[in-house]
């Protein structure tokens, strides 16, 4: 009985502690208040602070029996409930690919949630600063998550457009249709039962051309070398580095206060407070359904026209890596199209919300096109501020050398070729920077 007790206290406390869990950052930071909510998120996850919530575990465990005999070679001629015959198939090929193993993803994600999602989320809590925070996302999940993608994108969507029309032979649709709480004599369905609509859709309707279009411009993109850099780092660390500007800006807009060392407070800003703080009072009273797509355009235009801010909006916003991105039409395209064919499925599911969704898709395609020619084709003739737009000169940045000109115009285009002629590292193609006040982008206002 005494031995029940002293068990029955221990497990208490350690219950007591988990759920005693603080943020690692100051009281009063803006991290401070993420960690807030993530603490209430993890909580949820994690009840008892160890394990999953029951509903993950069975998920997790039941995607795990099914999806390992990928890698496991006693049982790869195995049936798949959730893949079928024919993808488990393909991914086992896949799978046995040395030495990237690519189709082996699926049984080593659901092997390492629980533990992957457990550590992350508390080392993300104990984080004291923000550099802490976000080097923990970026070594955790953005490395190894690119690493990955960069190596077998392209080859697991190959597998699947190679076996997805008989993805239908796969028994996980019954337990769907059983469990998984849909309704299956919606109106949408017609004459047509659950399974055999929702199969049509995975296997015809899905947009997948221009998805594999978009995966792959994406990746050629992201992976390829950022040639403005010394060494072998890749665009997608460019990108998170852009990212985590914008978030000590925002800050710094925002009036909310930076979890930082006070060796680092005291230095000083790393950049120009006039380049690097916005103006946000005109839209904190406004809904943001009155905020339109021209408002925050002019606002940002407004600092790339300013002159002493040329140099650090280069290298932050606008390094090759972005050019490669904005010069890429198939990219854009592509885009658009998937867009495009995902909200023709919403309109048949949702008949009665069809004209407010295709208002929705067009303004929004009008702001993505607006904002792709303000980029390709800056101007900014008040203050003669002028950008770099040229994209990155290794990889497959925008469908290959003789397309790196792509897009461009007059005097950015003359300079470009020039570059490329000359074979070098492609830095010229200096475009002009966005219009000042009281001039717009070639697209007009988009709201």
Not at 139 to 168: F, L, R, T
Not at 187 to 210: A, H, I, M, Q, S
């Amino acid at each position: 009985m005494r031995v029940l007790l002293a068990v029955s206290c221990l497990v208490a406390v350690v219950l007591s502690q988990e759920s005693d869990m603080q943020p690692g950052a100051k009281r009063g930071t803006f991290l401070n208040v993420m960690q807030q909510q993530l603490i209430a998120t993890y909580q949820e996850l994690f009840p008892d602070g160890r394990r999953l919530m029951n509903t993950a575990q069975l998920g997790i465990m039941t995607a795990k029996n099914d999806l390992c005999k990928i890698n496991n070679e006693q049982f790869q001629s195995q049936n798949s409930v959730i893949l079928g015959k024919t993808c488990k198939k393909a991914f086992v090929k896949l799978y046995n690919e040395e030495p990237d193993r690519c189709g082996g993803m699926f049984c080593n994600v659901v092997t390492n949630a629980e533990t992957f999602l457990n550590d992350t989320m508390r080392a993300l809590i104990a984080a004291q600063y923000d550099k802490d925070f976000f080097d923990i996302i970026e070594e955790n999940v953005v490395a190894p998550a690119m690493e990955y993608s960069c190596k077998c994108s392209g080859k697991m969507m190959d597998a699947w457009m190679g076996c997805k029309n008989k993805i239908g032979e796969a028994d996980i649709w019954y337990t769907l249709m059983n469990f998984g709480g849909f309704d299956t004599s919606a109106d949408y369905l017609g004459e047509v039962d659950w399974k055999t609509y929702w199969v049509d859709v995975v296997v015809n309707r899905v947009p997948w051309d221009d998805i594999e279009i978009m995966i792959e411009r994406t990746m050629a993109n992201l992976c390829q070398r950022d040639t403005d850099m010394k060494g072998d780092s890749k665009c997608y660390s460019y990108f998170y580095k852009t990212f985590t500007t914008l978030y000590q800006w925002y800050l710094k807009s925002s009036g909310g206060n930076p979890a930082v060392k006070k060796n680092e407070r005291s230095r000083g800003p790393s950049a120009p407070d006039h380049c690097s703080t916005y103006d946000f009072s005109e839209f904190m009273e406004m809904e943001a359904a009155d905020i339109s797509f021209a408002d925050i355009k002019d606002a940002v235009v407004d600092k790339f026209c300013v002159e002493d801010c040329e140099n650090l909006y280069q290298a932050t916003f606008l390094g090759c890596c972005t050019a490669s991105m904005i010069q890429d039409t198939d990219l854009e395209q592509a885009v658009m199209d998937t867009a495009e064919g995902i909200a023709e499925i919403y309109v048949d599911i949702y008949p009665e919300e069809e004209e407010e969704a295709e208002a929705g898709i067009t303004e929004y395609f009008e702001y993505y096109r607006e904002a792709m020619n303000m980029l390709r084709n800056p101007t900014c003739e008040d203050t003669g501020v002028s950008y770099d737009v040229t994209p990155c000169t290794e990889g497959d940045s925008a469908g290959g050398d003789e397309d790196a000109c792509a897009g461009l115009s007059g005097k950015q285009l003359k300079i470009c070729n020039k570059k490329s002629k000359k074979g070098g590292k492609g830095k010229g193609g200096k475009g002009k920077g966005g219009k000042g006040k009281g001039g717009k982008g070639k697209g007009g206002k988009g709201g």
